[in-house]
């Protein structure tokens, strides 16, 4: 991955908030880091934390983008072990200097925990392909060694904040860069703005590296044509039937698409999960692979059923991905723009678990937070609905 800090430029940017504001469009500017409201920064300085505000585009954020909150307060919450993380989240907005400024990013407390005057959190690609293993801890610890120690996975907010400080307090040396989130994505840390953005280029070089010399970087590719359009077009039709208005499609038939819906393990690595659950909000959890529709929708109710014990009226029941042998890889979007973006950000999981299968057995977060993720962050849709209808 190149390195984009320029010298010139940055030296024309005096303050540290706006400095941080460039780093982090260098990081959300490339979508093998983070996709689609990935992701989040911060800066700290003397007692202000300044950390990125929910829904802002990290490839586009500038200094009004970043929510000011007091840091010995959000320090004080994390060090209270009694208070719940319910609690815990509800207190992060009462640390804020300004009530109306943006609600701060969901990792604020993880960004509190660390001393470091920059942090950047990313889902890297190459980061979530070496690290999304079942023997993920020892694979981490042979790529990453002491550069970056493992946290186990946490639902992200509070629980994530407490493992992050946990891990850091126990096991980082000061050659520690970061830290790798199994099943989530990479935290890197630096003094200045340059050696936080470099040590996250770090980390993701070090995994892209290990996968080439893996021979796990090539994705396979094959050379048969694509046919189905009319499968695509029933299958979307279907789906809109199930979600109860009308999907947009975006079909992706490419030699790595076709190679990937052909795969004789597909019906196992195509059914662990997403490799972050941040994705899951546009893919759902799982791709729909043998074209039956009926039963998809079935087993998605039974799984919003019981990992969150309804199935909340903002989730329907289609799937937002097809794969198949016919024509490779098929996205559904509320829109033809939400549609392609569903399409692009399987692109990248598409990759991930190819490479990650390439040297381990490949799985994801538990299906309660892919859950949890699809629930809170879901419902843009019903927005996306309710103002074309205006
Ligand atoms: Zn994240």
């Known amino acids: 991955m190149q390195n984009l800090w320029d010298n010139t430029l940055a030296a024309s940017i005096n303050a540290p908030l706006a400095l941080r504001a460039y780093t982090s469009r260098l990081i959300g500017g490339n979508k093998d880091m983070v996709l689609y409201g990935g992701g989040n920064t911060s800066l700290k300085a003397a007692d202000t934390l300044y950390v990125k505000g929910t829904g802002a585009d990290l490839g586009a954020v500038s200094e009004e983008h970043f929510t000011a909150l007091d840091l010995l307060r959000l320090r004080a919450l994390l060090k209270d072990e009694q ?3 319910v609690e815990l989240m509800r207190r992060v907005d009462d640390c804020k200097h300004s009530p109306k400024a943006a609600k701060p990013s969901i990792e604020t407390l ?9 942090v950047e959190h990313a889902h890297a690609d190459a980061v979530l392909a070496v690290a999304n293993v079942t023997n993920c801890e020892e694979r981490c610890a042979e790529v990453f060694g002491d550069l970056a120690p493992v946290v186990p996975y946490r639902h992200s907010g509070a629980a994530l904040a407490r ?4 891990v850091f307090e126990s096991c980082a040396t000061d050659r520690a860069i970061g830290l790798i989130l199994a099943f989530h ?3 890197a840390f630096g003094n200045t703005a340059r ?10 070089n070090r995994a892209e590296d290990w996968l080439q010399s893996r021979g796990a970087w090539v994705l396979p590719e094959t050379d048969a044509i694509a046919s189905g359009e009319d499968r695509a077009e029933s299958l979307r039709q279907a789906a809109s039937a199930v979600a109860g208005f009308p999907l947009s499609l975006c079909r992706v038939s490419t030699a790595q698409t076709l190679a990937y819906a ?5 019906a196992d690595i195509s059914r662990q999960g997403p490799p972050t659950p941040q994705h899951a909000i546009f893919t759902k959890r799982l791709p729909l692979i043998d074209g039956d529709i009926a039963v998809y929708a079935r087993s998605y109710r039974d799984y919003l059923q019981q990992t969150l014990g309804e199935a909340p009226h903002t989730i329907d029941a289609a799937p937002r991905i097809a794969l198949d042998p016919s024509f490779g890889l098929c996205a559904f979007g509320v829109n033809a723009h939400y549609a392609a973006v569903a399409a ?12 990650a299968t390439a040297h381990g057995r490949y799985c994801a977060a538990p299906a309660e937070d892919i859950a949890r993720a699809e629930l809170e962050y879901g419902g843009f849709e ?6 074309s209808n205006d």
């Open 83 to 85: 208070i719940s993380d």
């Open 110 to 118: 993880l960004h509190a925990a660390l001393p470091y005057a920059y």
């Open 163 to 166: 493992a992050c400080k946990a």
């Open 185 to 187: 994505g990479v935290v």
């Open 195 to 204: 050696e936080s953005y470099e040590n996250l280029l770090r980390l993701v």
């Open 262 to 266: 052909r795969r004789i393990d597909l």
């Open 344 to 355: 692009e950000i399987y692109l990248h999981d598409i990759a991930i678990i190819s490479r």
């Open 382 to 387: 019903q927005r996306v609905r309710a103002q």
